[in-house]
C-alpha cells in the first residue's frame, strides 16, 4: 500500500523511550514532551519535539491536528509473539497447555486447509489488532503455508510491518498437521523468496516447539535459518513444566530444554521464544549471550496456569536477555496490550517485585522492537523511523476519566491507563504515517 507523501503533523503531549529503563533507570530512558509535534510524511517520521523548535520547521501549509488535552501520542504497540489462527477459540475453557493444544489449538488449526478461511481470518485478527493500537506482530501461521500468504497479505493490504512463517511439525499432532523434515523445509524456502523483506514483510521459520518436530526437522529448520541471514526464528520454551519434562524425553540426548535449539542452531540474533517461565540461571545466561529474546505473555500464562515468568531475574543487570512484551491468543485472553500491560504488572506482584507503568510501556514498544531486532525501525518517535504512531484518549470510559481528575503524577496516570484501559483507549492508529 503507498504511503502518504504529504506532511501529516500531530499536536499534542508525546511519549517515547531513548534507551533501556532496566538498565538506565526511567529518568535517563524516557522521554516525555507535554507539548509536541510529530510530523509524519513518505511512511516515516520528519519531526519530533517541542512544538515550539518543530513548528517552524514544518513544510508551508501544513496542517496540524490537535489531539487535545486527555490524549497521549505513543508509538505503535509491539506483539511479540501471538497465534493468529487461534482468534477462533481465545477463552477456550478449562485446560493447561499440553491438553488444550489437543483439544482446542490442533481442532481449529486443521479448519486453516481452507486458504478461504485462512484469509477471513487474517483480517478479523489483524484489524483487532489495530484496533486495540497494535501495529506490528510476529505471529505464527499453521502448517499450511497458504495461511502464511494470507497472513502476509492481509498485512500488506493494511501497510502492516509484520512477522510470521509456517508453522514447522513432522510429530505429536494430527496428521493433518504434520509436514515432513523436507516438505517443511521447501515450503518454508519458497516462502522466504516470496515474503521476506517484500514490502514491510519478515519472515520467521517457525518450528512450533522441541515436542513436535523429530531431530530431523529441527536439524533442516536451523540449516534454512542459516542459509538465510535476516530471518527470524521463533517458537516455544519452558512454558510448561510438563512440556519441559515432556521436551527432555524427546531429547534425552540435550542438556535441558534450551539445549535443544541450541544444538540446531536456533538461538541468536532474531530468534524469540515465548514465555521461557521455567528457564535455568544458566539456560538465561545462554540466551543473554547468544542475545536470543523471550517474548513474556503474561495473560496466557495466567490463563493456562502455566507459572509466573520472572522479569526481573531475566532482566538482571549482568546478564539481561532481550524481553517483549506479548498477548499469546489464543492462550492469551486479549489482543490489547493495554491489558497485557496490566497483567504482566500483576504477575510481577505475584512475584514479589512491582512492575511499574513506564517500564512496562517500554517493554509493548522500544523495548519490544529492541527484543525483535527492530529498535532502528520501529518502537520509538524519533526522526526517521517508520511512522507507526498511535494517539491515545486518557478519558476513554467515565470511571478512567474520573479517576484520572485524582492522579498525582504522569506515572500514576500511566498506571491507570495499563490497568484500567483496553481497545477504547486508542483513539487514531498511524501506519506508515497513513490513519487507518
Not at 201 to 212: G, K, N, Q, V
Not at 260 to 279: E, S, V
Not at 340 to 354: N, S
Request: proline letters at 5%; aromatic letters at 8%; hydrophobic letters at 40%.
Amino acid at each position: 500500500m503507498p504511503t502518504p507523501s504529504l506532511t501529516t503533523a500531530l499536536h499534542g503531549c508525546a511519549l517515547t523511550f531513548t534507551g533501556d529503563p532496566f538498565a538506565l533507570g526511567v529518568a535517563a530512558a524516557m522521554r516525555y514532551e507535554s507539548d509536541a509535534i510529530v510530523a509524519m510524511a513518505g511512511g516515516r517520521i520528519t519531526h519530533f519535539g517541542p512544538a515550539n523548535a518543530v513548528r517552524p520547521q514544518l513544510p508551508p501549509g501544513t496542517r496540524i491536528k490537535e489531539c487535545g488535552r486527555d490524549a497521549l501520542i505513543l508509538p505503535g504497540f509491539i506483539d511479540c509473539h501471538v497465534h493468529y489462527p487461534q482468534t477462533q477459540i481465545i477463552g477456550a475453557y478449562g485446560q493447561q497447555l499440553l491438553d488444550w493444544l489437543d483439544q482446542y489449538t490442533f481442532v481449529a488449526e486443521q479448519t486453516f486447509a481452507d486458504p478461504a478461511h485462512a484469509r477471513t481470518v487474517a483480517g478479523v485478527f489483524l484489524d483487532e489488532c489495530l484496533r486495540n493500537g497494535t501495529t506490528t506482530v510476529a505471529s505464527f501461521c499453521t502448517v499450511h503455508a497458504h495461511s502464511a500468504d494470507a497472513f502476509f497479505e492481509a498485512a500488506a493490504a493494511r501497510g502492516m510491518r509484520v512477522i510470521g512463517g509456517k508453522c514447522l511439525m513432522d510429530r505429536n499432532a494430527p496428521i493433518a498437521l504434520q509436514d515432513s523434515a523436507q516438505r517443511g523445509y521447501d515450503e518454508s524456502k519458497t516462502l522466504i523468496a516470496r515474503w521476506h523483506g517484500k514490502g514491510r514483510a519478515l519472515y520467521a521459520i517457525t518450528p512450533r516447539f522441541a515436542i513436535s518436530s523429530t531431530p530431523e526437522q529441527m536439524a533442516a529448520a536451523g540449516a534454512l535459518w542459516k542459509e538465510h541471514p535476516g530471518t527470524y526464528l521463533q517458537s516455544h520454551v519452558s512454558e510448561n513444566r510438563a512440556e519441559v519434562e515432556l521436551a527432555k524425553q524427546a531429547y534425552p540426548d540435550r542438556d535441558g530444554y534450551l539445549d535443544i535449539y541450541d544444538h540446531y542452531g536456533q538461538l541468536g540474533p532474531r530468534a524469540i521464544y515465548g514465555h521461557g517461565i521455567w528457564l535455568t540461571e544458566g539456560e538465561l545466561k545462554r540466551m543473554h549471550e547468544t542475545g536470543t529474546a523471550i517474548a513474556h505473555c503474561p495473560t496466557s500464562n495466567l490463563f493456562l496456569g502455566s507459572g509466573l515468568f520472572d522479569l526481573r531475574h531475566a532482566k538482571q543487570h549482568d546478564r539481561p536477555v532481550r524481553v517483549g512484551l506479548a498477548t499469546d491468543v489464543g492462550a492469551g485472553t486479549s489482543l490489547s496490550m493495554l491489558k497485557t500491560m496490566g497483567a504482566a504488572y500483576q504477575v510481577a506482584q505475584l512475584g514479589g517485585h512491582a512492575l511499574s507503568a513506564p517500564l512496562a510501556l517500554y517493554l509493548a514498544t522500544r523495548g519490544a522492537a529492541h527484543a525483535l531486532y527492530l529498535d532502528d525501525r520501529i518502537g520509538s518517535l524519533a526522526i526517521g523511523m517508520e511512522a507507526d504512531v498511535i494517539v491515545m484518549n486518557l478519558e476513554s470510559t467515565p470511571l478512567i476519566e474520573f479517576r484520572m481528575k485524582r492522579c498525582n503524577s504522569f506515572e500514576e496516570a500511566l498506571f491507570v491507563q495499563m490497568t484500567m484501559g483496553d481497545e477504547r483507549a486508542i483513539a487514531e492508529r498511524y501506519v506508515a504515517g497513513r490513519l487507518v
